[in-house]
């Protein structure tokens, strides 16, 4: 089974993407995850990237599409998270077969408010509400110890340009796959719990 997720920052991609894929057996690759690691290993790719994520702008189509490519190439059980986020960049996947786009829907209040109370690990994989997914121990990552951290573009000023650019450039992709026939809406406001629930009974319809 091939799923993308697509939704504003914060609308929950990431948190559905780890449970989907714990439970239906899904490689989950998120770009903007593969994105931080090169920024964080300052490869050539991260270092020309940088700047870009921290300003809230999207990193190059071509360069994207380099590193999901290497994960998904030759694959036939994965889920997208946060890819594709611009027409071009879901016409390059067309003819891969996508079973079902998954929209996460949420008010930018609502989204804005989650964001401000994310918190990562230093590795940039386990993620956190201070008060709705809290770790066990304030301040440290439950799965491997490091210390929790605030991701350099959750600060408000780069999350509205990160609203900006959704909008303009990742929110016709809604219409794209409905006129495809996959698109599946789901209304990410509500709890964690309920919010995998919807989106779990709509898999469970197709697998
Ligand atoms: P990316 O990392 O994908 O950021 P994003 O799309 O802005 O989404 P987020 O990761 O902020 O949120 P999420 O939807 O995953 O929510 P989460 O589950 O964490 O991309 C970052 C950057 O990389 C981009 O700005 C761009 O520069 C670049 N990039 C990435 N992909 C690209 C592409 N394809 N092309 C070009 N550039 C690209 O949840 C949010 C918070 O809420 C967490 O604290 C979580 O614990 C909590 N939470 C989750 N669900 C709930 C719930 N139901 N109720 C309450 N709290 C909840
Ligand atoms: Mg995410």
Do not use: W
């Amino acid at each position: 089974m091939k799923l993308i997720l697509l939704g504003a920052p914060a609308s929950g991609k990431g948190t559905v993407a780890k449970k989907l894929a714990a439970e239906f057996k899904l490689e989950p690759i998120s770009a903007g995850e593969l994105l931080r690691q090169e920024v964080n290993s300052n490869t050539t790719i991260g270092k020309k990237i940088k700047k870009t994520i921290e300003s809230g702008d999207l990193v190059p189509d071509h360069l994207v599409i380099e590193i999901v490519r290497l994960f998904i190439t030759g694959k036939d059980n994965f889920i997208l998270d946060g890819f594709p986020r611009t027409l071009h960049q879901a016409k390059d996947i067309q003819n891969l077969n996508i079973n079902k786009a998954i929209y996460l829907k949420i008010s930018e209040q609502d989204a804005v408010k989650r964001i401000s109370q994310r918190r990562i690990c230093e590795q940039g994989i386990h993620t956190y509400h201070l008060t709705v997914i809290p770790p066990k121990q304030p301040g440290i990552c439950d799965v491997d110890g490091s210390k929790l951290i605030q991701r350099k573009d959750d600060l408000p000023k780069t999350v509205r340009e990160r609203f900006r650019v959704y909008i303009e450039k990742t929110k016709p992709l809604i219409q794209f796959y409905r006129q495809e026939g996959i698109l599946i809406t789901i209304g990410a406001s509500l709890t964690p719990e309920e919010v995998y629930q919807q989106v779990k009974t709509k898999i469970d319809e197709i697998s």
